[in-house]
């Protein structure tokens, strides 16, 4: 065998042996072996981060590997959700995927660097957090009684906080005008910290807040919730009244956490990570953490977090595109 023959044959065996390691490494039997990355589309110390990192910290000790919370905020979600798109679908990359990710984004933005539709696939919830009125003490507003009120007096007057345009606040309040029949004037920020600040400073009245972003302030009376936008009153705030209370079932509004790999992932894996969250959220340290910051544990399999998208595409995509609300 010539030297130039033998070398062609060495290095096609080599090849076939580091093909076949990489198949046995990424069969799900011996699923995993090193470390996995959660990307999460919002900053670090918010309550999409600490969910994440409350429901890692047990699946790893689950897994017996490390989760390794990688934060990438920006354009609603869509540069994580881009990122893990993206990635090799290999069970080692997933992404905290919200309303805004597979519900808002898909008709708020003319182009995505992601398919909302193709490039993800499910492996359950977590958990959602209701979305309230809250307002400044020095509002003078006591109830959801007292706001309605000085809506009916003052039509388009009273100034309105939300996390941002196109945010699932944004968008809880416009149902919230639509079904009661009031008008307010929206004022949008970027991002829920800096409109809480201004609540509590009373440069702005009133708020459409997530219970986890504002659960502090209202435990310490620095806001006044009004008015919960839930299907039942919210366990950390019973005394609150609901909109389906006072004879309004639709307004119905809030975030909502799940987590997706990229579509092409083997089913074993996404089952068994299905399997593994599933367990994670039923610890009851983890239940009752996720419970003092504001979130209430919904765990679903992937069979019912598509369900539950499905259902969020048919109440919200329509809302959104008879008000216009686009992004780019």
Request: hydrophobic share 45%.
């Amino acid at each position: 065998m010539t030297t130039s023959r033998r070398l062609f044959t060495t290095l096609a065996l080599a090849g076939a042996s580091l093909l076949a390691l990489g198949a046995a490494q990424a069969q799900p039997s011996s699923y995993p072996s090193k470390p996995i990355r959660w990307v999460v589309g919002y900053p670090a110390g918010g309550g999409t981060d600490f969910l994440a990192r409350t429901v890692g910290a047990q699946l790893s000790r689950q897994l017996g590997q490390p989760i390794l919370v990688d934060n990438r905020p920006g354009a609603g979600a869509s540069i994580a959700a881009d990122n893990v798109a993206h990635s090799p679908a290999d069970g080692y990359t997933m992404l905290s995927a919200d309303n805004g990710v597979l519900v808002y984004n898909p008709v708020l933005y003319k182009k995505l660097p992601y398919s909302a539709d193709k490039d993800f696939g499910t492996v359950g919830m977590m958990g959602r957090s209701p979305l309230l009125i809250v307002a400044s003490p020095q509002a003078g507003l006591a109830d959801a009684k007292a706001l309605l009120a000085a809506l009916q007096r003052s039509p388009g007057e009273l100034s309105i906080a939300t996390a941002g345009p196109g945010s699932p606040h944004h968008l809880a309040l416009e149902l919230f005008q639509r079904e009661f029949g009031v008008k307010m004037l929206h004022v949008p920020y970027k991002g829920g910290a800096p409109a809480l600040q201004d609540v509590m400073g009373n440069q702005v009245p009133l708020m459409m807040l997530d219970l986890p972003s504002g659960i502090s302030a209202v435990k310490a009376g620095k806001v006044v919730p009004l008015l919960a936008l839930s299907g039942e009153r919210i366990p950390q705030l019973p005394q609150l009244i609901t909109a389906r209370e006072l004879g309004h079932p639709a307004v119905e509004a809030y975030t909502w956490q799940g987590l997706v790999l990229p579509s092409a992932t083997p089913k074993e894996i996404g089952a068994r990570l299905g399997t593994e969250l599933q367990k994670a959220m039923a610890d009851a340290g983890v239940r009752q953490k996720l419970f003092d910051a504001g979130w209430e544990a919904r765990p679903a399999d992937a069979a019912d977090m598509n369900r539950l998208i499905d259902s969020e595409r048919k109440k919200w995509q329509p809302l959104i595109k008879a008000l216009g609300i686009t992004l780019d």
